[in-house]
């Protein structure tokens, strides 16, 4: 079975093909990047009208290239993100299904990261504890079975991605700034600054990044006052790096412990952070998955992952939908048909 996959929440419109038994088939992504940087965040009138303009082509380019004539079914993201980005895809993913008499899946942006690892040879078992950090969330999900996920903990301010982000911004790198400031600090001296560790030491497993952000901030002003700024960027991004890298990994291990599980995937966009990736291998006793590095960020096979193993197990009502907040917890494993 071969399911299309469509991603349109936010600024990458992705697309893949997805096939049941011989795993991943061709995907395609177009990056509105670009046309949002200058306003330094996405502008979602933009990226709905980018989204018209490129996905359909983007689409015909994918199945010409691999051969595909007809998938046997359609998954496309129908939230959480910009509503009018996920009406485009839920509209094109709905008008393609009608027009090829096939099945069409809604998928939740989230569970679609949560999966991503799923596309590679070595994919994790059920369960697992996920660590998602993305620009827009930090949470962290016992993933008990398809569809059954307790959320653990999440950020009571700031995404992960967002503080990457902001920090990126405080030391005028561009937009977005997380793997840019990532780059920057491997030049620098990750003790340099002592900076905070937000929430570390409570027991629970919530995060908060917003201390993290105006420590960095009040760090900035002072080398800036003494004219040093541009030569410790490189330490106050090392700096910066380490503290969130070491909340992050210190709560995603605590979690497993806590829940007893055995496997942990890191997934979103801050998944494609090397010191998370090493510090999370060195510190965790379990195994450790991710999604190859093109796979953290918003794609297109994702979805169609996650949709595929959604339709292996249930048929799911055509409709459009577009849901601009959607409760990952609100899931259901699918009802066998
Ligand atoms: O999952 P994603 O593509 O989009 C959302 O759904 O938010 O994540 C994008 C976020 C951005 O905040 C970006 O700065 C961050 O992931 N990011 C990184 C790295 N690569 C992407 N943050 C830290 N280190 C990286 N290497
Ligand atoms: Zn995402």
Known sequence: MI???????????????????RGLIADALHSQVDLHAPYGGVVPEIASRDHVRMLLPLIQRLMSEAGVEKPDAIAYTAGPGLVGALMVGGGVANGLALAWA??????????????????????????FLALLVSGGHTMLIAVRALGAYDVLGTTLDDAAG??????AKLLGLGYPGGPLLAALAEGGDESAFSLPRPMLKKANLDFSFS????????????????????????????????????????????????????????????????LLRRDMANRFPGQVFYPRFEFCTDNGAMIAVAGAMRLAEATEATEIRALARWSLESLHEPALT
């Open 3 to 21: 399911t299309l996959g469509i991603e349109t929440s936010c600024d990458e419109t992705g697309v893949a093909l997805f096939c049941s038994e």
């Open 102 to 127: 096939c099945p069409v899946v809604a998928v939740h942006h989230m569970e679609g990261h949560l999966l991503a690892p799923m596309l590679e040879e070595n994919s994790p078992e059920f369960p």
């Open 162 to 167: 967002e503080a990457f982000d902001k920090t």
């Open 211 to 274: 201390g993290l952000k105006t420590a960095v901030m009040l760090a900035v002003k002072k080398v800036e006052a003494a004219g040093e700024l541009q030569s410790r960027r490189a330490d106050i991004a090392a700096s910066f790096q380490r503290a969130a890298v070491d909340v992050l990994v210190g709560k995603a291990v605590r979690a497993a412990e806590s829940e007893g599980l055995q496997r942990i995937v890191v997934a979103g966009g801050v998944g494609a952070n090397r």
